[in-house]
Nanobody, 115 residues
Framework: QVQVVESGGGLVQPGGSLRLSCAAS????????MYWYRQAPGKQRELVAG???????DYADSVRGRFTISRGNTEHTINLQMNSLKPEDTAVYYC?????????WGRGTQVTVSS
């Protein structure tokens, strides 16, 4: 089993920045890729950014150029640097760690962009 925990959410004004962190623990040897998703009220969960094996990154069009996904200082940790935040970025942000056969989700962290 793999446990995933997110941190770093909060309230920020439009144009501001936040940094989210995610740490996976447990049977992490099985983890291949890690991702950030988000879900706004009344909407489906959507992919925000991914860190793919080999170091490749992938972003949703809505965040490309504003958000940056990166590896953390310890193994199986990732960060999401979010700049130029907009009200439409308001959502619960989830971290997901994927092995060959399983997807392990965290409980999410709330990000609210409002003046």
């Amino acid at each position: 089993q793999v446990q995933v925990v997110e941190s770093g959410g909060g309230l920020v004004q439009p144009g501001g920045s936040l940094r989210l962190s995610c740490a996976a623990s447990g049977n992490t040897i099985t983890i291949i890729n890690m991702y950030w998703y988000r879900q706004a009220p009344g909407k489906q969960r959507e992919l925000v950014a991914g860190l793919i094996s080999g170091g490749r990154t992938d972003y949703a069009d809505s965040v490309r150029g504003r958000f940056t996904i990166s590896r953390g200082n310890t193994e199986h940790t990732i960060n999401l640097q979010m700049n130029s935040l907009k009200p439409e970025d308001t959502a619960v942000y989830y971290c997901m760690a994927r092995s060959r056969n399983e997807a392990y989700w965290g409980r999410g962290t709330q990000v609210t962009v409002s003046s």
